[in-house]
């Protein structure tokens, strides 16, 4: 019982860290979207355009938006599962193997994590810049990598140890039961 109340509070506090996290994401694709359609109206209607559009969109507003919604995303259901084979699996191999399989990928999005943490930190330290119409600090563009990857991270630990996780049913509502 105080497993399940201290997994219901770290659920909580990481709802709230994914919602704040996918909030950002979606101003990033808000500022990419404005960004390439005013660069577009400048580039064509008075030949003036915004140089620094698409440094700033790919490598900075994309990278934030892919990595500050994944969390969130795989909470929601937005992921991709091939279930096929489980279903064929007696449900209490079928958790086995789910819950294997969440605590390994959250093994993996950990090595990620630590990862893109020792190169933002290499990046920080060294002061590295893209230069170019302005001067792009590159750390500015792996800061969202760790935090990215370590929610994600946490997400399918507490998945993995969650009775209830969503992750871990097999028949949504709404899903081709005809798809295999």
Not at 79 to 89: A, H, M, Q
């Amino acid at each position: 019982m105080i497993l399940h109340s201290v997994h219901g509070r770290l659920n909580r506090a990481l709802c709230l860290a994914e919602n704040l996290c996918a909030i950002l994401a979606g101003g990033a694709a808000v500022a990419a979207m404005l960004l390439v359609s005013v660069d577009a109206i400048m580039r064509y209607a008075f030949a003036s355009p915004l140089t620094f559009q698409l440094y700033l969109t790919e490598n900075y507003l994309l990278v934030m938006l892919f990595v500050m919604a994944m969390s969130w995303g795989f909470r929601t259901g937005g992921f991709i599962r091939i279930d096929g084979p489980l279903r064929r699996l007696p449900p209490v191999l079928c958790q086995i193997v789910m819950r294997v399989g969440l605590a390994a990928s959250a093994l993996y999005m950990g090595y990620l994590t630590r990862q893109g943490f020792y190169k933002f930190l290499d990046v920080f330290a060294s002061g590295e810049a893209d230069l170019g119409v302005i001067d792009w600090p590159v750390w500015l563009s792996w800061v969202w990598i760790p935090i990215g990857c370590g929610l994600l991270t946490l997400r399918l630990a507490l998945d993995a140890i969650d009775p209830k996780s969503l992750a871990l049913i097999t028949d949504h509502p709404g899903e081709m039961d005809s798809v295999v």
